[in-house]
């Protein structure tokens, strides 16, 4: 595998839309905006030319004319939506040239979009179509050497045949016989497609999965590898139009499917692969259907894989080459080492937070992992200061709780949260901040009824809110979804501290998260 350093050199995507001659004073006046990731996404895509010909989003007569007849207004052919949507405020903002500079999350600016079209959408959302021109110069990035242009790829490919695939997934070796197979039938160079934004099907980090793919290249013939901003979204029949029609800008002439889902709009022509099996009899693999039953290894399935990771076994070189298997295993460690995210819930009074103190210091006392604990007072003081207890800020509490303890597990650490989170929605999201960090999350849903929370009423709060001095009080007149996703439920009501800490403490054992006392 090549990972094409002479290519990477030329880099400046040297798209139709260069040119960021738009006048300062122009783009000083413009509001900016930092579009959501799947959006900053498209938006890469189209300045590196992998979108092309496509100038910029789609406006509402695009948008009709794709979903009628898979063309753009003017006919040109045009499989899937690429939309934008700015806030409405944003849209009323908008001066005479109606520009407005779209940035990074960092705040860098990556492009000017004249909006010749929008239109509401959603909640004060309103939908943006017109040509872009790139501002800056594409920003920094993990494996920006990787990051090539169709323009760059294509100069570099070979005459003839290009096989494309997208590695959404790490390479074992029954995909690497699939594509080596492939690769010779038809005298094929390879151009691996590494999705790079955001975790992938696995859930493993973009970076985890260029590695893995990059650990898997002496398996394979003569190949390129590029990142991509590709993400899953969408129906897998748009995904599967945008991933052929990107993988077409490349210069690929045969694409191999990964998923279920067979459609190539046109573009390049999709092979689907065989499928194969290990033959215990030679160690290779072939087509199933030509093994013995009896000599017959089926490729490993996904759970069996993230079973075998999460308890600490190798991958076994039948299936995985061990450069891959490293990888993955130093990406994903077994759970005891892995970081973890404890995330306690429950009405005021439940004990979140003495149960989470006293299981806070028994792991202390191991010494396993460093603890953080992110307790709901000391966060409201240190983290959330100012904050009311309204829904929006609530919910901006929760996520803020969240976005730490994900960084405490990315770390490897412990992060024991213990607020009262009392929307389904804010936990949802805690849970998946902590798993794209790679760290475990746990539930502990402290079930108390709200009697038992109310006649304990240590800080007075109920009494206040009973006789109308305090409003707002969840429990009373403020709602608490009961959560359907608890790993754990514990009713500190008909629990003594130290049962319900043995409880908690007995479940991290159970499931391997922290070693038996
Ligand atoms: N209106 C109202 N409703 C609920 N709780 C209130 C309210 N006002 C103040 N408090 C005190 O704030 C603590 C809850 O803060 P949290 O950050 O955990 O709440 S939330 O998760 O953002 O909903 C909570 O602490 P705990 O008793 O430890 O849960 C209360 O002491
Ligand atoms: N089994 C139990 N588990 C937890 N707390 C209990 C228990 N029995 C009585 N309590 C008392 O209930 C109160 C719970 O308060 P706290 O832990 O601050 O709850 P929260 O953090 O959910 O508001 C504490 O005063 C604690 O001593």
């Known amino acids: 595998m090549r ?90 903002r908008l001066g005479g040239k109606r520009l407005v500079v779209l940035t990074d999350p960092e705040g860098a600016p ?9 239109w509401p959408t959603s ?19 993990t494996f920006a050497r990787l990051r090539l242009t169709p323009q760059e790829v294509r100069r570099s490919l070979p005459a003839g045949r290009v096989l494309g695939v997208v590695a959404d997934r790490p390479l074992h070796r029954p995909q690497l016989a699939q594509i080596t197979h492939a690769a010779r039938t038809l005298s094929a160079h390879v ?37 991509i901003p590709l993400s899953l979204r969408g129906n897998e029949i748009s995904t599967a139009l945008r991933r052929a029609r990107v993988a077409q800008a490349y210069g690929v002439t045969h694409l191999l499917s990964t998923g279920e889902t067979i459609v190539s709009g046109g573009g390049p022509r999709v092979l689907v692969p065989r499928e194969l099996a290990y033959d215990k009899r030679d160690g290779q693999w072939r087509s199933r259907d030509e093994i013995p039953a009896g000599a017959r290894r089926l490729p490993m399935r996904q759970a069996e894989i993230n079973d075998l990771l999460e308890r600490g076994f190798p991958l076994p070189e039948w299936h995985t080459p061990p450069a891959v ?13 892995r970081g973890l995210v404890l995330f306690f819930t429950g009405l005021s009074g439940s004990g979140k937070s003495t149960v989470a103190r006293s299981v806070a210091d028994s792991l202390r006392e191991s010494g396993a992992r460093t603890v953080t604990l992110l307790d709901g007072d000391v966060v409201r003081r240190e983290l959330s200061a100012g904050l009311s207890f309204s829904k929006a800020d609530r919910d901006l509490n929760i996520r803020r709780i969240g976005w730490v303890a994900a960084e405490v597990g990315r770390h490897r650490g412990l992060a024991i ?23 475990g999350f746990v539930l502990v849903w402290m079930s108390t009824p709200l009697e038992v929370c109310e006649r304990r009423d240590r800080k007075g709060l109920y009494a206040r809110a ?52």
């Not at 004060?124 to 594409?138: Q, S, T, Y």
């Open 325 to 337: 298997a490293k990888e993955l295993a130093q990406a994903r460690p077994p759970r005891r080492r």
């Open 3 to 92: 990972p094409t350093q002479d290519v990477w050199e030329v880099r400046g995507m040297g798209g139709a839309m260069d040119g960021a001659t738009l006048p300062e004073d122009v783009l000083r006046d413009a509001p900016s905006y930092t579009p959501r990731e799947t959006e900053l996404a498209d938006l890469e895509l189209m300045l590196s030319g992998a979108y092309a010909p496509l100038g910029g989003f789609l406006t509402r007569a695009d948008l009709d004319a794709v979903a009628s007849r898979g063309q753009l207004a003017d006919g040109t052919p045009w499989p899937a939506p690429v939309t934008l949507e700015l806030p409405a405020a944003t849209v009323e």
């Open 191 to 227: 151009l691996v497609f590494v999705p790079v934004h955001g975790p992938g099907p696995d859930g493993l980090a973009p970076e985890v999965l260029m590695r893995t793919v990059l650990a898997a290249g002496d398996r394979l013939p003569k190949a390129t590898v590029v990142a």
């Open 123 to 141: 909640q004060g959302m309103v939908g943006a179509g017109g040509p872009l021109r790139r501002l800056g110069d594409g920003g920094r990035h």
């Open 466 to 517: 009973r006789a109308g001095q305090l409003s707002g009080m969840t429990g009373i007149d403020d709602p608490y979804e009961a959560p359907a996703d608890a790993e754990l439920t514990l009713d500190t009501g008909a629990l003594t501290v130290d049962e319900a800490v043995g409880r908690v403490l007995e479940h991290l054992t159970d499931e391997g998260w922290i070693e038996p006392a």
């Open 110 to 118: 990556v492009a000017a979009l004249e909006v010749t079209d929008s």
């Open 417 to 439: 949260c213990c607020p009262i989170a009392p929307y389904a929605q804010g936990r949802a999201t805690a849970r998946r901040m902590a798993a794209e960090a790679g760290a």
